[in-house]
């Protein structure tokens, strides 16, 4: 295209231009147009957005649960999210060891009929056992009637209640280190009826450790026509202390 062509286009789009935007308004009586025409074709017209007001809604509340009175049935409750079982654990135990009796041999012996205090005697032992049996008198209640020939017997009765402790003494302070008392207390009719019922000898456990200490006994006896007390210690301590 020569430039005298080139030109002549140009003042054709200037012609185009004014026309639309300035003539043509005048003539028409509206305002000037000042966007430049399309070319490539019209653009898709905007369309308005309308918002729609909803009416309000209102919330509706469920009519309340009528729940019936209990009229003493049992009522069984299953599960709303069960769990299995879990296995049952199996225990391993090791085999039963059955420990040998230790041997005792008696380190102190006290008998008597009435209570009192003992000499004093040293444990240098970390372990020995108090030993003792009780012989009280075998009948609990005593009666008397007097002759009936004067009139009503008279009648002398009396009740028998046997009792026997030991108290434990440190020989170095004078202070109780233990009261010992016959469990069971003393029933000489329940031991009749046999061995199963005797409870002799009652025995008492000390722990020493590894100290070395000196006691001494104060027997208090009622109703009793003898008793015996041994001090033991095992066998493996001879050589020892």
Known sequence: MEKRDLLIVVAALVIVVVMALFVKPMLTGEPANMELPSFGGA???EKPVVFKTLPPTTPT????TTIPAWEGELKELGFVAPKSAMPTPTHMFPPEITAVPEKLLTYVTIQGKAGGTTESFEIPFPY???WYTVDPWET???GKTSSK???VADVLAVEVFPSF???LRDASDNSLVKTIEPRGGLDPDLWDKGDEYDPRPWIEKFYEGGSARDYYFVINTHMI???RI???VPDRYIGQY
């Open 140 to 142: 609990r209640y005593v």
């Open 149 to 151: 020939e004067a009139g």
């Open 165 to 167: 402790s030991i108290e």
């Open 43 to 45: 653009e898709e017209e």
């Open 225 to 227: 026509r003898s008793y």
């Open 230 to 232: 041994e001090v033991k």
């Open 128 to 130: 020995w056992e108090l």
């Open 61 to 64: 509340t469920p009519p309340p």
